[in-house]
């Protein structure tokens, strides 16, 4: 078990630029989230996988943002021109089944819009 | 919608202190309750976790206890230790929100040797 792991750990960018992050969750695990968090805040959930589909978003997601698992393994979670309130951690988190409600959350991905 | 209210931190305890950490919800049904907890540099973790009504979820000489006529779920320890020091998020699922939890804002615990 080598837990969920997320590339990259830091990117910065300038406003208007795309940016790709990814996740790797815990290889038997056919779940997976996408949360975002900010400074002093709480995650606050942008989307839900089960294996490959997609099966929940929040109205947090914008059209400027697109989630994929096109193999229900990794995962990338990709913003279109970026904008500074884009700036947040965004984090990763899986899980086995819906019975088992424990969540297994990467480190993120801290994103710095300029 | 579904929210969660916990108290600001920081928290500061000196070793072998006391901690409650207060948290309220608002939630419709009968949702799912946990606390996760954040150490330095470390992804999130989930501490202890209740799916119902006067149940007590407890971890690492941590307990909460789910009170639904309160709708509170407040994190206590008897005696807190240096190595506590983190960040605690309280959160719930509720019974109509798919496979999505509300986190609170967080409460940062310093423990001072």
């Known amino acids: 078990d080598t837990g969920v792991s997320q590339d990259p750990r830091h990117k910065i960018t300038k406003r208007g630029q795309n940016v790709t992050f990814r996740c790797d969750p815990i290889?038997?695990?056919?779940?997976l989230y996408w949360y975002r968090q900010t400074l002093g805040q709480g995650p606050e959930f942008l989307t839900y996988?089960?294996?490959?589909?997609?099966?929940?978003k929040s109205r947090l997601l914008s059209d400027r943002f697109s989630a994929e698992r096109p193999k229900g393994s990794f995962s990338t979670l990709e913003i279109q021109r970026t904008e500074q309130g884009d700036s947040a951690m965004y984090l990763c988190?899986?899980?086995?089944?819906?019975?088992?409600?424990?969540?297994?959350f990467g480190s993120g991905t801290q994103l710095s819009v300029l | 919608g579904n929210s969660v209210t916990q108290m600001e931190g920081p928290v500061t305890l000196s070793e072998e202190a006391f901690l409650t950490i207060n948290c309220t919800y608002t939630?419709?049904?009968?949702?799912?309750l946990f606390w996760y907890v954040q150490y330095p540099g470390e992804g999130l973790q989930l501490l202890l976790k209740?799916?119902?009504?006067?149940d007590k979820g407890s971890n690492k000489g941590f307990e909460a206890t789910y009170r639904k006529e309160t709708t509170s779920f407040h994190l206590e320890k008897g005696s807190v230790q240096v190595s506590d020091s983190a960040v605690y998020f309280c959160?719930?699922?509720?019974?109509?929100?798919?496979?999505?939890?509300?986190f609170g804002g967080g409460t940062r615990l310093m423990v001072k040797p």
């Open positions: 988190a899986s899980s086995s089944d819906r019975r088992n409600e424990k969540l297994f």
């Open positions: 290889s038997e695990h056919n779940r």
């Open positions: 996988f089960q294996n490959e589909a997609q099966l929940e």
């Open positions: 939630a419709t049904g009968y949702p799912s």
């Open positions: 209740a799916t119902k009504a006067d």
């Open positions: 959160a719930l699922r509720g019974n109509n929100a798919g496979n999505m939890l509300t």
